[in-house]
């Protein structure tokens, strides 16, 4: 696909827990990937070359929730309807971002 064809041609792929982040991990590209409510560090071990920036959950002191918080209604899973930004990536700073990006470009 021309995702994958572009994400082997990168230095870095900086993307949200998504397809795309899977696909440059899957080539060994080095990959900073954005979580929110979910628990990067289970991704990472499938994928050595995952950097992972874990939003900041404003209710859990371990950083995810895993859909188990007020943010996401009374259900304890995620509506794929809910378009709205979770807190924990409201609390996520750009300069976190940039910075880890930064250092992964070293």
Do not use: W
């Amino acid at each position: 696909s021309l995702s994958a064809a572009m994400c082997s041609k990168a230095d870095l792929v900086v993307s949200v827990d998504s397809g795309i982040s899977n696909v440059a991990c899957s080539l060994g590209v080095p990959t900073l990937t954005i979580f929110s409510n979910r628990n990067g560090q289970v991704f990472k071990q499938m994928f050595p070359s995952m950097t992972v920036v874990q939003g900041h959950c404003p209710y859990q002191k371990k950083g995810f929730c895993d859909f188990f918080t007020p943010c996401f209604g009374d259900a304890p899973h995620r509506s794929k309807e809910n378009i709205a930004i979770p807190e924990c990536l409201k609390r996520l700073a750009v300069e976190e971002v940039y910075s880890r990006v930064k250092e992964s470009l070293r």
